[in-house]
């Protein structure tokens, strides 16, 4: 008897066709249905893999086992005269007509039947791009930027509406993009696009809401109304837009309605804050001053406007932990101090409070145990915030949850897609946890939003020393360009695995001359990259002394956490109020010091301060 003829006795062929319809059917189903219950459709790939590997042991048991009225026997114990293959095969006959007429109907629902998208949030989401300055005078951007965020800021409270961050609907300002990559790049189903101008008392403005996807315009408005009206003309647009996306004001649980208006109503408070807000935006030393000169002016003129005291705090802490050390910096921190208390005071429900207490609390007193509580009271108290998920996912990082860190940093982007620094601080998370791949991906996203950035390509130089390629590493260090200090870092981290001891020893030796007081952490950084423990812990000793915000770092720094055994690293971690347990995971030193040059006998030049 010829192997064809035996594969048809026993019905081989037959189990075939009905083991890869049923699992064709199977795979289609799974597509249609996986959504709805929030399943990643990537679990697919698993079910076609276990399909394919099961495949071949359903036909060797079709083989050797046959079915009979006694139940599923051994083909070789069953008696020629006994078998009932031939029954058995008109039975599989009709279970494949009736498999195929299956696949027959659920082809043709495919091709009639309605579609229904199964994620029908993002017909609830919408992005306010930056509204442009109708005025002749360019100097007025700052206000139709204020009168955008606040659009924003009142949008978010809307039940059930995702409303993309200014971080990133901003960078669409004077775009001539389509309306469809935007939303696309957003994830956006909605624009609400228009202009302002401000002239003889009078203001006028011109929105129109537009549906992303093919450019059409739902809903559009013009507006003009005395200037001493503004307030109550905002929240007429608000309630129209609301109207045009059928949304309703239903605040979640704990939250409170949050305004960027002083409750004086005094306008030119208001506008001095609207241009602290521009300038504190652009995050420069030269801007955080002038922001901060125009927050105490706000201040000044309505000192009962909470929120023009917590941007102080911010900008203030900010200059401090960025650009400024010594008695000038503690000076800087008290100032931050004061503003910080008198908007808690003047408003304990106001977000924006919380947040700038917090990270005055991190920066300047190193208290990140009641820093999280403060983030975690703002995020309740504003639970549609980016900045306050991505600045809850920052604390947590450094308290040691770092696999909590990333899922609420995930979180804020979905709402904040374009936002190069929540980019930069998942890679940095994940680079923490091993995960190079997504962390490298992560950073180079940063990288292309914000090219010219020293921090992220020195964090790209730091997953390429994890990844053992240091002429990757060197690369990325080359293209830094910035004057924070931000090179000489990079220099001194690609030099420690560039495999010549002069060189090395050179670029540290100049970190240190140059940024003794200001890049302590990052200097304890390369001396744990040179497995250099001792040096490490001074340099971190030091970093407390001259109050380095770079210690928030601590449990997801690569090359430090190599030494979280230590029992110097435990202690440190009691002084400066952290846990002495996390789940950041350290270099293995196969892959840490490839290349690294060593200075076990210390490095003449780098004394200890």
Same mark, same amino acid.
């Given at each position: 008897?010829?192997?064809?003829?035996?594969?048809?006795?026993?019905?081989?062929?037959?189990?075939?066709?009905?083991?890869?319809?049923?699992?064709?059917?199977?795979?289609?189903?799974?597509?249609?249905?996986?959504?709805?219950?929030?399943?990643?459709?990537?679990?697919?790939?698993?079910?076609?893999?276990?399909?394919?590997?099961?495949?071949?042991?359903?036909?060797?048991?079709?083989?050797?086992? #046959?079915?009979?009225?006694?139940?599923?026997?051994?083909?070789?114990?069953?008696?020629?005269?006994?078998?009932?293959? =031939? $029954?058995?095969?008109?039975?599989?006959?009709?279970?494949?007509?009736?498999?195929?007429?299956?696949?027959?109907?659920?082809?043709?629902?495919?091709?009639?039947?309605?579609?229904?998208?199964?994620?029908? &949030?993002?017909?609830?989401?919408?992005?306010?791009?930056?509204?442009?300055?109708?005025? $002749?005078?360019?100097?007025?951007?700052?206000?139709?930027?204020?009168?955008? #965020?606040?659009?924003?800021?009142?949008?978010? *409270?809307?039940?059930?509406?995702?409303?993309?961050?200014?971080?990133?609907?901003?960078?669409?300002?004077?775009?001539?993009?389509?309306?469809?990559?935007?939303?696309?790049?957003?994830? %956006?189903?909605?624009?609400?696009?228009?202009?302002?101008?401000?002239?003889?008392?009078?203001?006028?403005?011109?929105?129109?809401?537009?549906?992303?996807?093919?450019?059409?315009?739902?809903?559009? *408005?013009?507006?003009?109304?005395?200037?001493?009206?503004?307030?109550?003309?905002?929240?007429?647009?608000?309630?129209?837009?609301?109207?045009?996306?059928?949304?309703?004001?239903?605040?979640?649980?704990?939250?409170?309605?949050?305004?960027? =208006?002083?409750?004086?109503?005094?306008?030119?408070?208001?506008?001095?804050?609207?241009?602290?807000?521009?300038?504190?935006?652009?995050?420069?030393?030269?801007?955080? =001053?002038?922001?901060?000169?125009?927050?105490? $002016?706000?201040?000044?003129?309505?000192?009962?406007?909470?929120?023009?005291?917590?941007?102080?705090?911010?900008?203030?802490?900010?200059?401090?932990?960025?650009?400024?050390?010594?008695?000038? %910096?503690?000076?800087?921190?008290?100032?931050?101090?004061?503003?910080?208390?008198?908007?808690?005071?003047?408003?304990?429900?106001?977000?924006?409070?919380?947040?700038?207490?917090?990270?005055?609390?991190?920066?300047?007193? *190193?208290?990140?145990?009641?820093? #999280?509580? $403060?983030?975690?009271?703002?995020?309740?108290?504003?639970?549609?915030?980016?900045?306050?998920?991505?600045?809850?996912?920052?604390?947590?990082?450094?308290?040691?949850?770092?696999?909590?860190?990333?899922?609420? @940093?995930?979180?804020?982007?979905?709402?904040?897609?374009?936002?190069?620094?929540?980019? @930069?601080?998942?890679?940095?998370?994940?680079?923490?946890?091993?995960?190079?791949?997504?962390?490298?991906?992560?950073?180079?996203?940063?990288?292309?939003?914000?090219?010219?950035?020293?921090? &992220?390509?020195?964090?790209?130089?730091?997953?390429?020393?994890?990844?053992?390629?240091?002429?990757?590493?060197?690369?990325?260090?080359?293209?830094?360009?910035?004057?924070?200090?931000?090179?000489?870092?990079?220099?001194?981290?690609?030099?420690?695995?560039?495999?010549?001891?002069?060189?090395?020893?050179?670029?540290?030796?100049?970190?240190?001359?140059?940024?003794?007081?200001?890049?302590?952490?990052?200097?304890?950084?390369?001396?744990?990259?040179?497995?250099?423990?001792?040096?490490?812990?001074?340099?971190?000793?030091?970093?407390?002394?001259?109050?380095?915000?770079?210690?928030?770092?601590?449990?997801?720094?690569?090359?430090?956490?190599?030494?979280?055994?230590?029992?110097?690293?435990?202690?440190?971690?009691?002084?400066?109020?952290?846990?002495?347990?996390?789940?950041?995971?350290?270099?293995?030193?196969?892959?840490?010091?490839?290349?690294?040059?060593?200075?076990?006998?210390?490095?003449?030049?780098?004394?200890?301060?």
């Amino acid at each position: 008897m010829s192997l064809f003829t035996e594969l048809r006795r026993r019905n081989i062929f037959r189990a075939a066709t009905i083991y890869a319809a049923g699992a064709w059917l199977l795979v289609q189903v799974a597509t249609q249905v996986l959504p709805y219950f929030g399943i990643d459709t990537s679990v697919l790939r698993w079910i076609v893999m276990a399909l394919v590997a099961v495949f071949p042991l359903a036909m060797l048991l079709s083989w050797f086992y #046959e079915w009979t009225p006694e139940g599923i026997r051994r083909e070789s114990a069953v008696a020629p005269e006994a078998s009932i293959t =031939r $029954e058995t095969g008109r039975k599989l006959d009709l279970w494949i007509i009736g498999v195929l007429s299956l696949i027959v109907v659920v082809l043709l629902v495919d091709a009639f039947a309605p579609r229904v998208e199964p994620n029908v &949030e993002v017909e609830k989401s919408i992005a306010v791009l930056p509204l442009s300055n109708g005025s $002749e005078n360019a100097h007025e951007q700052y206000f139709s930027d204020g009168l955008s #965020e606040d659009l924003i800021i009142a949008l978010s *409270q809307l039940g059930g509406l995702k409303v993309i961050s200014r971080n990133s609907s901003f960078r669409f300002r004077g775009s001539k993009t389509d309306s469809t990559s935007i939303g696309k790049d957003l994830g %956006a189903a909605y624009l609400l696009d228009g202009s302002v101008r401000r002239a003889d008392g009078r203001v006028s403005i011109v929105v129109e809401l537009i549906k992303a996807d093919d450019g059409t315009t739902v809903w559009s *408005q013009r507006y003009e109304r005395p200037y001493k009206d503004l307030f109550s003309l905002q929240d007429e647009i608000t309630g129209e837009v609301a109207n045009a996306l059928q949304a309703e004001l239903a605040m979640d649980a704990g939250a409170v309605t949050q305004s960027d =208006r002083p409750p004086s109503g005094d306008l030119p408070a208001y506008n001095a804050y609207l241009q602290a807000k521009f300038y504190y935006e652009r995050r420069s030393e030269a801007d955080y =001053r002038r922001a901060i000169d125009f927050y105490a $002016e706000a201040a000044r003129l309505d000192p009962q406007y909470a929120l023009a005291h917590a941007g102080l705090s911010y900008a203030v802490s900010e200059l401090a932990g960025y650009y400024l050390s010594g008695n000038e %910096a503690l000076q800087a921190y008290a100032q931050a101090r004061t503003a910080s208390t008198a908007a808690l005071r003047l408003a304990p429900d106001l977000a924006l409070a919380h947040g700038a207490h917090a990270w005055l609390m991190v920066n300047a007193d *190193q208290d990140y145990v009641g820093a #999280e509580a $403060e983030f975690r009271r703002a995020l309740q108290l504003a639970p549609n915030d980016s900045d306050a998920k991505a600045d809850l996912g920052s604390i947590l990082a450094t308290l040691g949850q770092v696999s909590q860190a990333i899922e609420i @940093t995930r979180d804020s982007i979905a709402s904040d897609p374009l936002h190069s620094e929540s980019h @930069t601080a998942l890679a940095s998370y994940l680079s923490s946890l091993g995960r190079l791949d997504q962390a490298r991906k992560s950073i180079l996203k940063a990288i292309e939003l914000q090219p010219s950035a020293g921090w &992220e390509r020195v964090q790209l130089a730091i997953i390429e020393i994890q990844r053992g390629d240091a002429a990757a590493a060197s690369e990325a260090a080359r293209q830094v360009h910035d004057e924070g200090g931000w090179k000489e870092i990079g220099d001194a981290f690609v030099q420690q695995v560039s495999g010549n001891q002069l060189q090395a020893d050179t670029a540290l030796k100049t970190l240190v001359d140059t940024q003794a007081d200001i890049s302590a952490f990052q200097i304890a950084e390369v001396f744990a990259l040179r497995a250099d423990p001792t040096r490490m812990f001074e340099w971190l000793d030091h970093a407390i002394e001259v109050r380095d915000p770079g210690i928030a770092r601590l449990w997801f720094d690569p090359f430090i956490l190599r030494y979280k055994h230590d029992p110097r690293f435990i202690a440190f971690c009691d002084k400066v109020g952290l846990p002495s347990t996390g789940d950041g995971l350290s270099v293995p030193a196969a892959s840490q010091d490839q290349g690294a040059v060593s200075n076990d006998a210390g490095m003449p030049g780098a004394a200890t301060p």
